[in-house]
Nanobody
Framework: QVQLVESGGGLVQAGGSLRLSCAAS????????MTWYRQAPGKQRELAAR???????TYADSVKGRFTISRDNAKNTVFLQMNSLEPEDTGVYYC?????????WGQGTQVTVSS
């Protein structure tokens, strides 16, 4: 059974930091591109950050310079370090894994940034 379990969300003041984690089980983690998506209230889900199997990273323009995605293949975990958080970063953050055969979603973790 495949599971992606996000953690680390919460309430933080603007300017603060959070570190999200996504622990994967039931998949060969190292062969998956890992992505953090986010969905703000009333808006479509959007890509926040992505890391490939070779470590190449991609960021949404709105988070560049503030967010850092990383992965630890030995621990089957992907991280999202979020600094200088803004109220516009509020939303549910989802972990997504994909390879040439399948794709998987986590259940999401809520991030709320107060002004």
């Amino acid at each position: 059974q495949v599971q992606l379990v996000e953690s680390g969300g919460g309430l933080v003041q603007a300017g603060g930091s959070l570190r999200l984690s996504c622990a994967a089980s039931g998949i060969i983690f190292s062969i998956n591109t890992m992505t953090w998506y986010r969905q703000a209230p009333g808006k479509q889900r959007e890509l926040a950050a992505r890391i490939t199997t070779t470590g190449r990273t991609t960021y949404a323009d709105s988070v560049k310079g503030r967010f850092t995605i990383s992965r630890d293949n030995a621990k089957n975990t992907v991280f999202l370090q979020m600094n200088s958080l803004e109220p516009e970063d509020t939303g549910v953050y989802y972990c997504y894994a994909e390879n040439w055969q399948a794709e998987y979603w986590g259940q999401g973790t809520q991030v709320t940034v107060s002004s």
